[in-house]
């Protein structure tokens, strides 16, 4: 990928942000490799509550992500892996963009953008868990340069996940 990457815009997520977020993912596609189909509202008001509390203690968090004109496209930053199974402990980063904004390289610009923050904040090695059938997604973390470390059976059910790693 030899092409400029976009202006994005990364911010703590506000109140409002949880409806954007409900919004944006409402789309079956883009849930496709997260449950499949979009979440309450509610989920995104603790998730956007969960990421103010992350970045107030830390320093980061998922942020919204915004293209050039504001407009909110998704989330992509890190927090600790809240599960009990897979990389426990650790920080994990992420992305989540709206199918509008597919393919034009936000998920790679956001992603390095929250590598350069969580190093800043004193992180000295991330994952990044992935399904192993979104080729989308492991794309972006070829691009950042993570290598893949261990593959997970994801719990009820027979999905595959594989866990990406990158040192700082």
Do not use: K
């Not at 600790?80 to 904004?101: K, S, V, Y």
């Not at 994952?127 to 470390?149: K, W």
């Amino acid at each position: 990928m030899n092409r400029a990457l976009p202006d994005v815009q990364l911010r703590v997520p506000t109140d409002e942000d949880a409806f954007a977020w409900h919004r944006v993912f409402g789309d079956p596609e883009v849930m496709e490799f997260h449950g499949g189909a979009a979440a309450e509202l509610s989920v995104y008001e603790e998730l956007t509550a969960r990421q103010r509390r992350h970045d107030a203690e830390r320093g980061f968090c998922l942020w919204t992500m915004t293209d050039a004109d504001g407009e909110v496209i998704g989330f992509t930053g890190a927090q600790p892996w809240p599960h009990a199974w897979g990389p426990a402990g650790e920080i994990e980063i992420g992305w989540r963009l709206g199918r509008a904004h597919w393919g034009r390289g936000y998920a790679t610009a956001a992603a390095l953008a929250t590598l350069e923050r969580v190093r800043t904040a004193g992180v000295r090695s991330v994952v990044a868990m992935v399904d192993a059938r979104n080729e989308r997604s492991v794309a972006v973390t070829r691009r950042l340069g993570m290598t893949p470390a261990e593959t997970f059976t994801v719990p009820g059910g027979l999905r595959r996940g594989v866990c990406f790693r990158l040192e700082l």
